[in-house]
Nanobody, 127 residues
Framework: QVQLVESGGGSVQAGGSLRLACAVS????????MGWFREARGSEREGVAA???????RYADSVKGRFTISRDNAKNTLYLQMNSLKPEDTAMYYC?????????????????????WGQGTQVTVSS
């Protein structure tokens, strides 16, 4: 059974930083991708960043230059370093891993890097 557990969310003032972590267990696929997604109140879930098994990364335009995604395969953990946070970054953040055993390529909103989801961690940025 695949389980993803996010941590690191919280409240921070604009301009501050947070580092999210996602511990993954029960996942055996190695050649695939993982990603971070967020859902603000009243909005649809959107892809924030994704990383494949070779370390190649993709970012939403809204977070480029501010967020960094990384993965530690030895620890089965996915990270999202968030700097220069803005009030519009306020959302529930979810990590996800692909449910496909093989990488299906990059897709809009990083949808191919999802399938199994964590429960989410809240990030609130105040002005």
């Amino acid at each position: 059974q695949v389980q993803l557990v996010e941590s690191g969310g919280g409240s921070v003032q604009a301009g501050g930083s947070l580092r999210l972590a996602c511990a993954v267990s029960g996942y055996t696929y190695s050649s695939t991708c993982m990603g971070w997604f967020r859902e603000a109140r009243g909005s649809e879930r959107e892809g924030v960043a994704a990383i494949d098994s070779d370390g190649n990364t993709r970012y939403a335009d809204s977070v480029k230059g501010r967020f960094t995604i990384s993965r530690d395969n030895a620890k089965n953990t996915l990270y999202l370093q968030m700097n220069s946070l803005k009030p519009e970054d306020t959302a529930m953040y979810y990590c996800a891993v692909s449910s496909s055993p093989a990488f299906r390529g990059w897709a809009p909103n990083f949808i191919t890097c999802s399938g199994y989801w964590g429960q989410g961690t809240q990030v609130t940025v105040s002005s």
